[in-house]
């Protein structure tokens, strides 16, 4: 069992940045493809990255690559989502979600957080 919890949302002005954090407790967080994906108001949720177990790949949605950077922290059972040049249309719950393959499919992620919301105003 892997428990998973997302802060770092909040409400930020087009153009600005926020870093959001996912901190893992449980079973062993390194052998684990973490993910974010994220789900607006009305909409599926969606894929916006993940990285594998090792940090060697690293995998992103079109429309957040080049403005968004996932990392990890082994030492710290943290990942990190670092977003840039924030869009309103990147307004959204965002969840971290952690799983034993590296998938954009989130059918594919047994473990998720409660989620923490990001703004952004135009």
């Known amino acids: 069992q892997v428990q998973l919890v997302e802060s770092g949302g909040g409400l930020v002005q087009a153009g600005g940045s926020l870093r959001l954090s996912c901190a893992a407790s449980?079973?062993?967080?390194?052998?684990?493809?973490m993910a974010w994906f994220r789900q607006a108001p009305g909409k599926e949720r969606e894929f916006v990255a993940a990285i594998n177990w090792s940090g060697a790949n690293r995998y992103y949605a079109g429309s957040v690559k080049g403005r968004f950077t996932i990392s990890r922290d082994d030492a710290k059972n943290t990942v990190y989502l670092q977003m840039n040049s924030l869009k309103p249309e990147d307004t959204a719950v965002y969840y971290c979600?952690?799983?034993?393959?590296?998938?954009?499919?989130?059918?594919?992620?047994?473990?998720w957080g409660q989620g923490t919301q990001v703004t952004v105003s135009s």
């Open positions: 449980g079973r062993t967080f390194s052998a684990y493809t």
């Open positions: 979600a952690a799983d034993s393959t590296y998938s954009s499919n989130r059918n594919n992620y047994d473990y």
